[in-house]
């Protein structure tokens, strides 16, 4: 064929198609690649990682109110589907020139080796992956291309879209006079044996294509073999890989680990902290039902045995703890209330556990706190960062390095093996989750983790309440029932709680038992339910006397205002 006409492209689903498939060996054999050298170097997961870190902080917030702890599975398949598309593009690039494809790839591997190097904790080999991973899917895109190729069967040389009009033929043979047909492969059904067409000394062309105007056909078989071979080794890659980045799961080290006692244990809980009604939150959140927000793609795998906290900054003698260290100290025990500062007036991101752990004023006290610091900034693992005012650590309440909650090891998910927790404080200036790192600092020399994000420096968390029961936009039956819910002002204490039905006079609620100002608090009042559609809303007043404002201020900066009410059909 010469070489100066324009190569004869395939189908476009089929360049789309193989496209796809390159983009999956791929990301196959870059997952591959980093199960090998270090399973957090995953190109998928550092592109997604440093895309979360760049996501503006409105559409962050918006996708935790929208998706839940669900937002980690719906960002993924997202993104598999955004690079699903862009792949099938690159196929159709490389229809035109396989180099243009190639290089579309190619770019991909330099935004993975980008993001790889963005890291916080990024180690010279884990641009490896994003290398390996864009080579072998241009390489599998060429060998691919080539199947989309137009082929001519025996037989049909005359019949060569190029020879016929273009009289710069490299080869003139003329054509043949009889020609043979081609004998077709076995077992494609679909395609008929080829008949001469009488009297024109021409053969019918079996499965054609048209494409310019000119006919040629391509090997499907060819096709199918090398997409499906390219399938298989996309997702043996793919699973090999996770397999080998299992090696670093904790989940062994977290069983192996006894818990020790509390020198300090927690009150015991009043008899009446939890009204049991039936849909109202229970007191203790159980560890299964917590909420879950962090910036983490893939849970952080911290190992206790190598895991250390370092305290340095403005302090008179740095710290270094290991685990073992920690469960050397006398441990406290307390009930508190975590709330996320991107939990909207009546939303889900609140929850009561009892923590175990070492007093962060303790361990801060013995690295010697030099005068003029007034904030911790805690790191991650993972390179999230929080900015916790000292003077509210140091206060006397029960802040926190947390090892456990509710009696149990702390859950992964939940920061295990180490997080602060500080009552009273929204999560993001204070629950550094799976810390490693806490730096004596300013607030005018250190910026935390969501502050460029457009969220306050400080979070104290606003008071709030919520009503559970009954649910809003249900139907119940008229008569008697309860309306409960819960209430929290931590460190504060919520002091009493008012219910209004159909904006009628505030109602003062029953409220239930608390162990101490630090957790949220159950209430309830008696109804009796007309039939009809009603509006019911709560207001909170904590013990400092503030009271609920009605005037409603989203999530951002710093935390969401206004009553929640909710809608009820009586029948
Ligand atoms: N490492 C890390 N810790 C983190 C976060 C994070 O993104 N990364 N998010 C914080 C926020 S915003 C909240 S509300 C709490 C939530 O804690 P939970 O997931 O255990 O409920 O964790 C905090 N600690
Ligand atoms: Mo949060």
Same mark, same amino acid.
């Given at each position: 064929m010469n070489k100066n006409q324009p190569r004869p492209h395939g189908p476009a689903w089929a360049a789309a198609l193989i496209g796809v498939v390159a983009g999956a060996v791929a990301l196959g054999v870059g997952q591959l690649a980093a199960g090998v050298i270090?399973?957090?170097?995953?190109p998928v997961i550092v592109v997604g990682d440093a895309a979360v870190d760049r996501t503006p902080a409105a559409v962050k917030d918006w996708a935790i109110r929208s998706f839940g702890s669900n937002d980690k599975l719906v960002l993924i398949s997202g993104i598999v589907v955004v690079l699903a598309l862009i792949a099938a593009g690159l196929g159709l690039l490389a229809r035109r020139r396989v180099g243009y494809g190639t290089t579309g790839l190619m770019i991909f591997g330099v935004v993975g080796v980008a993001a790889a190097i963005s890291?916080?904790?990024?180690?010279?080999?884990?641009i490896l992956p994003s290398v390996i991973g864009a080579g072998a899917g241009a390489w599998a895109l060429t060998i691919l291309a080539r199947r989309t190729w137009p082929v001519v069967e025996p037989g049909y040389e005359d019949l060569r879209p190029y020879r016929s009009e273009e009289s710069?033929?490299?080869?003139p043979e003329p054509a043949p006079t009889s020609p043979e047909p081609p004998s077709p492969e076995?077992?494609?059904?679909?395609d008929p044996a080829p008949a001469g067409v009488p009297g024109t000394g021409r053969a019918e062309l079996p499965p054609v294509m048209r494409a310019g105007g000119r006919l040629y056909e391509f090997d499907r078989r060819g096709l199918l073999t090398g997409v499906v071979v390219g399938a298989v080794a996309a997702g043996a890659t793919e699973l090999a890989g996770r397999a080998l980045a299992g090696?670093?799961?904790v989940d062994t080290e977290r069983a192996g680990i006894a818990l020790p006692k509390p020198a300090t244990p927690a009150k015991p809980l009043p008899a009446?902290?939890?009204?049991?009604?039936?849909e109202l939150s229970p007191f203790s959140t159980p560890n299964r039902d917590f909420y879950r927000v962090d910036t983490a793609l893939v849970i952080p795998q911290v190992d206790p045995k190598t895991w250390t906290l370092k305290i340095h900054g403005m302090v008179d003698k740095p710290v270094e703890l290991t685990f073992a260290d920690l469960l050397k100290r006398p441990l406290m025990e307390a009930d508190v209330t975590l709330t996320c500062v991107?939990?909207? &007036? +009546? !939303?889900?991101y609140v929850g009561n556990a009892r923590w175990l752990g070492a007093r962060l004023a303790d361990v801060l006290r013995q690295a010697g706190l030099r005068s003029g610091a007034d904030m911790l900034l805690s790191t991650s693992s993972d390179g999230f960062t929080a900015g916790t005012p000292i003077d509210i650590v140091m206060?006397?309440?029960?802040a926190m390095l947390a090892i456990a909650m509710n009696g149990e090891v702390l859950p992964q998910a939940h920061g295990f093996p180490v997080r602060q927790v500080v009552p009273g404080?929204?999560?993001?200036?204070?629950?550094?989750?799976w810390i490693t790192d806490i730096k004596v600092t300013r607030y005018d020399q250190d910026e935390a983790y969501w502050t460029p994000r457009g969220w306050a420096p400080k979070g104290p968390i606003k008071t709030g309440s919520r009503i559970d029961?009954? &649910? +809003? !936009?249900s139907t119940i039956p008229a008569g008697r029932t309860a309306i409960a819910g819960v209430a929290w002002a931590q460190h504060?204490?919520?002091a009493g709680v008012e219910v209004q039905v159909d904006k009628g006079p505030w109602q003062p609620a029953r409220l239930a038992e608390v162990p101490g100002p630090d957790t949220w608090r159950q209430w309830t009042i008696d109804w009796q339910a007309t039939p009809g559609k009603h509006t019911v809303a709560v207001r909170a007043t904590d013990a400092a006397g503030h009271t609920q404002t009605e005037e409603y201020a989203p999530p951002a900066p710093d935390g969401a205002t206004g009553w929640h009410s909710i809608l009820v059909v009586v029948k």
């Open positions: 270090n399973p957090k170097a995953s890291r916080p904790d990024s180690g010279p080999f884990d710069t033929s490299t080869s076995p077992g494609s059904s679909e090696r670093l799961d009446g902290v939890d009204l049991h009604i039936k991107s939990n909207d &007036v +009546g !939303g889900p206060d006397g309440r029960d404080l929204y999560g993001y200036v204070s629950a550094t989750k029961v009954p &649910v +809003g !936009g504060r204490g919520v």
